[in-house]
């Protein structure tokens, strides 16, 4: 009794405690900052700048509050006061990704996917990451990536076969839902590159395994709610059935990495191409290898990280090309120059593909995956004059870099040409930069290019009557409505 007395005696002042110390975060510790001298946005307490930055289109606000404070680089605030920085200027770029790197952590990765995957590589910093990442190099070179052209073309020609027979059964215009196809495409043809999995997603997805891996992305949704901790801590239906579908997830795969261990221990081929042997034969110049659940890392958030930001290239540039029918036609023109009839795409041909890989990286330019890359000041620093404390968190904000007119003439106009000349390497930015650059950017621009080859190869497209979208954040930036296309055999 005399305890329960005690603690109650206490609790006045920890409350007296708490709320000081929410007073001082909340209504002083702004006006004391020394990031106060960074242009930014009016302070707003509690949702921060949140609010303003969700209910727009996305990238809208980034390149609006640039724009208005005349500056690349910009102050706005999180939730509950906390100060962040936002960049578009290519020097500041190339500082933080590269000259001063070892000062800069890695700030991006969501809570979902470090629930997913806790060693993979997009979660780690410092050595641990730096170790890692020379590991992995080995299975994302360019001659690991040519050898899963034959994969990509393979996933390609099944929906070149499904489209053809549904546009044989129209009798009007055939409308196929080209975003769903590219998520398919991707899908399958990741999990068989990573573990020699055939997922089936083109020929099945209401599949078992493909119904709980869109479980599992609703959970990448861009919320309000979600950023608040003590709202996001409420339990719902909807996290139940995403707990299930990322036990079953969990269970997948690991069911085949032991499946391949049990494999190679029987004097199986250890040599395969998947991603998953290489990892299991992987070592370091000390004879160290990975264990089980660090690779379950690597291959589970390769899946997801591959699989998002490929598919929704994929679809910007199919909307691209269905809106800008003089580059369809173009790019078309130079695919069939190299491929004759249903060949095999080979790397040579994929290698010589120049004006389709403007094209991807003129729509990866205006519609990059992943819009804003955070990265965290270790020690304190100096930027532009301006006194950076440790711990600040600096976002790379790749929708204002590629479309501000600082960095890039007329930047809201397609124009693959453009990338014909020389640019600033730190002006474009969709799969970052300098250690933390995305290890697998050569596989997913090989594959763009082998599927956007197979499709022009048979088809021509165009966007339905009135299709209009807005540019929505999940784990990559998404139109929505989710693209559909009319399609028509060549």
Same mark, same amino acid.
């Given at each position: 009794?005399?305890?329960?007395?005690?603690?109650?005696?206490?609790?006045?002042?920890?409350?007296?405690?708490?709320?000081?110390?929410?007073?001082?975060?909340?209504?002083?510790?702004?006006?004391?900052?020394?990031?106060?001298?960074?242009?930014?946005?009016?302070?707003?307490?509690?949702?921060?700048?949140?609010?303003?930055?969700?209910?727009?289109?996305?990238?809208?606000?980034?390149?609006?509050?640039?724009?208005?404070? !005349? *500056?690349?680089?910009? %102050?706005?605030?999180?939730?509950? @006061?906390?100060?962040?920085? &936002? =960049?578009? #200027?290519?020097?500041? $770029?190339?500082?933080?990704?590269?000259? !001063? *790197?070892?000062?800069? %952590?890695?700030?991006?990765?969501? @809570?979902?996917?470090?629930? &997913? =995957?806790? #060693?993979?590589?997009? $979660?780690?910093?410092?050595?641990?990451?730096? *170790?890692?990442?020379?590991?992995?190099?080995?299975?994302?070179?360019?001659?690991?990536?040519?050898?899963?052209?034959?994969?990509?073309?393979?996933?390609?020609?099944?929906?070149?076969?499904?489209?053809?027979?549904?546009?044989?059964?129209?009798?009007?215009?055939?409308?196929?839902?080209?975003?769903?196809?590219?998520?398919?495409?991707?899908?399958?043809?990741?999990?068989?590159?990573?573990?020699?999995?055939?997922?089936?997603?083109?020929?099945?997805?209401?599949?078992?395994?493909?119904?709980?891996?869109?479980?599992?992305?609703?959970?990448?949704?861009?919320?309000?709610?979600?950023?608040?901790?003590?709202?996001?801590?409420?339990?719902?239906?909807?996290?139940?059935?995403?707990?299930?579908?990322?036990?079953?997830?969990?269970?997948?795969?690991?069911?085949?990495?032991?499946?391949?261990?049990?494999?190679?221990?029987?004097?199986?081929?250890?040599?395969?191409?998947?991603?998953?042997?290489?990892?299991?034969?992987?070592?370091?110049?000390?004879?160290?290898?990975?264990?089980?659940?660090?690779?379950?890392?690597?291959?589970?958030?390769?899946?997801?990280?591959?699989?998002?930001?490929?598919?929704?290239?994929?679809?910007?540039?199919?909307?691209?090309?269905?809106?800008?029918?003089?580059?369809?036609?173009?790019?078309?023109?130079?695919?069939?120059?190299?491929?004759?009839?249903?060949?095999?795409?080979?790397?040579?041909?994929?290698?010589?593909?120049?004006?389709?890989?403007?094209?991807?990286?003129?729509?990866?330019?205006?519609?990059?995956?992943?819009?804003?890359?955070?990265?965290?000041?270790?020690?304190?620093?100096?930027?532009?004059?301006?006194?950076?404390?440790?711990?600040?968190?600096?976002?790379?904000?790749?929708?204002?870099?590629?479309?501000?007119?600082?960095?890039?003439?007329?930047?809201?106009?397609?124009?693959?040409?453009?990338?014909?000349?020389?640019?600033?390497?730190?002006?474009?930015?969709?799969?970052?930069?300098?250690?933390?650059?995305?290890?697998?950017?050569?596989?997913?621009?090989?594959?763009?290019?082998?599927?956007?080859?197979?499709?022009?190869?048979?088809?021509?497209?165009?966007?339905?009557?009135?299709?209009?979208?807005?540019?929505?954040?999940?784990?990559?930036?998404?139109?929505?409505?989710?693209?559909?296309?009319?399609?028509?055999?060549?």
């Amino acid at each position: 009794m005399l305890s329960q007395r005690s603690g109650w005696s206490v609790f006045p002042y920890v409350l007296i405690g708490v709320s000081s110390w929410l007073a001082y975060k909340i209504l002083i510790k702004p006006f004391l900052s020394p990031l106060r001298k960074v242009p930014g946005r009016p302070y707003k307490p509690i949702i921060g700048n949140m609010f303003e930055a969700l209910k727009e289109e996305a990238m809208t606000n980034t390149i609006r509050w640039m724009k208005d404070l !005349n *500056s690349r680089l910009i %102050r706005f605030y999180y939730l509950y @006061g906390e100060e962040r920085l &936002l =960049t578009a #200027d290519p020097a500041v $770029v190339k500082y933080i990704c590269v000259t !001063n *790197s070892k000062n800069y %952590r890695h700030s991006n990765a969501s @809570g979902m996917i470090k629930r &997913l =995957t806790p #060693d993979f590589l997009l $979660v780690m910093n410092g050595e641990a990451h730096h *170790s890692l990442k020379v590991l992995l190099n080995p299975a994302f070179n360019t001659h690991s990536v040519n050898g899963f052209i034959p994969v990509f073309d393979k996933k390609t020609e099944e929906v070149v076969e499904q489209w053809t027979e549904r546009i044989s059964s129209c009798a009007e215009d055939c409308v196929i839902p080209g975003q769903s196809y590219m998520a398919y495409i991707t899908l399958d043809a990741i999990c068989e590159c990573g573990f020699e999995y055939q997922l089936g997603s083109i020929r099945d997805p209401q599949s078992p395994a493909v119904l709980a891996l869109r479980k599992i992305l609703e959970g990448f949704k861009v919320r309000l709610r979600d950023l608040l901790p003590l709202v996001s801590l409420i339990p719902t239906g909807e996290k139940r059935q995403q707990k299930e579908a990322i036990d079953f997830f969990t269970r997948t795969i690991m069911d085949v990495i032991k499946a391949k261990r049990h494999q190679i221990n029987a004097g199986g081929d250890s040599h395969s191409g998947d991603l998953l042997s290489r990892l299991m034969t992987a070592q370091d110049e000390a004879g160290n290898t990975l264990n089980d659940d660090m690779i379950y890392s690597q291959v589970g958030g390769f899946l997801f990280a591959g699989f998002e930001t490929t598919s929704t290239g994929l679809t910007w540039t199919l909307l691209m090309l269905a809106q800008h029918q003089d580059a369809q036609e173009k790019a078309r023109q130079e695919v069939m120059s190299l491929l004759s009839g249903q060949q095999p795409i080979t790397a040579e041909m994929v290698q010589q593909l120049t004006y389709l890989t403007c094209v991807i990286k003129e729509t990866l330019r205006l519609f990059p995956p992943v819009t804003n890359h955070f990265r965290q000041a270790i020690s304190d620093d100096v930027i532009q004059g301006y006194y950076i404390p440790a711990g600040t968190k600096i976002g790379i904000s790749s929708g204002a870099l590629h479309r501000l007119p600082e960095n890039w003439e007329d930047p809201e106009s397609f124009k693959p040409e453009r990338f014909l000349q020389d640019y600033d390497p730190y002006s474009y930015l969709p799969f970052s930069a300098g250690p933390f650059m995305c290890i697998g950017h050569a596989f997913a621009m090989t594959e763009m290019k082998t599927v956007l080859a197979r499709l022009l190869a048979n088809f021509r497209f165009k966007l339905p009557p009135g299709y209009k979208y807005r540019r929505i954040r999940q784990l990559t930036l998404q139109p929505s409505p989710p693209l559909s296309l009319i399609v028509s055999a060549l």
